[in-house]
Each structure stands twice: as structure tokens, then as C-alpha cells.
């Protein structure tokens, strides 16, 4: 009796567990979106003052899926160099492609773990918190950054809605400095093809 009491409550306690389970995976999704990027790259001068020495602008294309493509062009005194190149991370497959754009060609880098879910400790915990500050309209939480284990100066200031740096500006010890930041925010799903590789691309 005892048997047949507990197998006809499984498929309950089944279906609460799997009640207690699904939610959380339902809320690990990401936020769609399409950004504008910068980078710039300055270097200390004899005098004590910084030169700007490389540029790059771009844009970043983020799917509910956890796809992402990121292109990044040369800049020199206000115009693109080139074709520029893109990162193409495949939510599905798991694989992070580089695509270079001079060569037509693109290579996968790294294997992902499966599946793309959004990271739960992005946002440092409070006590390691360095200030919060909205940066070009989004909610943003300072973080001090390590460079080969040793604090920086600077910071990420890192969404963790958006599971982002939207900026970034950090000096090295080789006392070059790199200011990056997302910008001009779209909220909205990007068009599936902007995640696609061109057909005629070499080298996978």
C-alpha cells in the first residue's frame, strides 16, 4: 500500500519541482539591444601630457539569445580605416568566431560552455563596489580593475542588466591609458542577420 501511496504523489512532486526549477531558467535571458562603441587609446607624452595614439568605433548587436556580434574599425583623425574587423559569439552553438573583414575570412577562437546564460556574479558584491553612476541612460555599478594582479588605476563601470562594461577607462603600468564606452542604446531584437557570417568568407 505503501507503494503504490508514494508513486501515485510522484508525478506531483515531480511537477512542483520542476515548478520550483523553470523559473529561474525563464529569467536568465538576455536583454536585447544595439549599441554604439568607442575606443580610445592615449599614451603619456614627456611633458606629462596624453596623446591619443590608436582609435576604434563600432557597434555591438546583442540578441535575447545571448548572440552577440561586435564589429571594430580603425579610426585616424575622424575616418575609418579599412574594412575593419567583427567577433560573432553563437548563442547556439557556443562558438565565438573572428571576422576579419580585409580578409574575408573568419576562424572560431573559443568554445563556450552550452548554454550562453547570463553570468549571476557580473555585478561585484557591495563591498567591493566603488560608487554607482547612470552612464549614457543605463544603471551602472563601479568596479576597480586588477592588471596582472595588481590594481589599476581606474575602473568598469558594469551594467548588470545588460551584463556589460558600458565604460571603461584604465591606465596601464606601461603608462598607456584605454577609455571604452558603449553608447546610443536601441532596445530592441537586431535582425537575425546581422549575427550571420558572409557566405563567400574563407577559413572554418
Not at 501511496?5 to 536583454?31: D, F, H, K, M, N
Not at 573572428?98 to 548554454?115: A, F, K, T, Y
Not at 542604446?185 to 558572409?198: G, L, M, R, T
Request: net charge negative; charged share 25%; aromatic share 8%.
Amino acid at each position: 500500500m505503501k507503494r503504490k501511496t508514494t508513486s501515485r504523489y510522484l508525478p506531483a512532486c515531480l511537477t512542483l519541482l520542476v515548478g520550483i526549477t523553470l523559473p529561474p531558467l525563464a529569467e536568465a535571458q538576455w536583454v536585447p539591444f544595439t549599441a554604439r562603441y568607442k575606443e580610445m587609446i592615449y599614451r603619456n607624452q614627456a611633458d606629462g601630457s596624453e596623446k591619443l595614439v590608436a582609435e576604434f568605433r563600432g557597434s555591438l548587436s546583442r540578441a535575447s539569445s545571448g548572440s552577440e556580434m561586435r564589429t571594430k574599425v580603425k579610426f585616424n583623425e575622424g575616418s575609418p580605416i579599412g574594412e575593419g574587423q567583427a567577433r560573432l559569439k553563437d548563442a547556439v552553438t557556443g562558438k565565438v568566431h573572428h571576422i576579419d573583414h580585409e580578409e574575408g575570412s573568419v576562424q572560431v577562437i573559443r568554445q563556450l560552455p552550452l548554454p550562453v546564460l547570463p553570468h549571476p556574479h557580473f555585478v561585484p558584491p557591495e563591498s567591493a563596489e566603488i560608487g554607482r553612476r547612470v552612464i549614457n541612460g543605463v544603471e551602472c555599478v563601479g568596479k576597480r580593475v586588477l592588471v596582472n594582479g595588481q590594481l589599476a588605476p581606474g575602473a568598469h563601470w558594469v551594467s548588470g542588466n545588460l551584463q556589460l562594461i558600458v565604460r571603461e577607462d584604465v591606465t596601464f603600468p606601461d603608462g598607456s591609458r584605454r577609455v571604452v564606452e558603449h553608447y546610443d542604446f536601441q532596445y530592441e531584437e537586431p535582425d537575425p542577420s546581422e549575427f550571420a557570417i558572409p557566405e563567400d568568407y574563407t577559413g572554418e
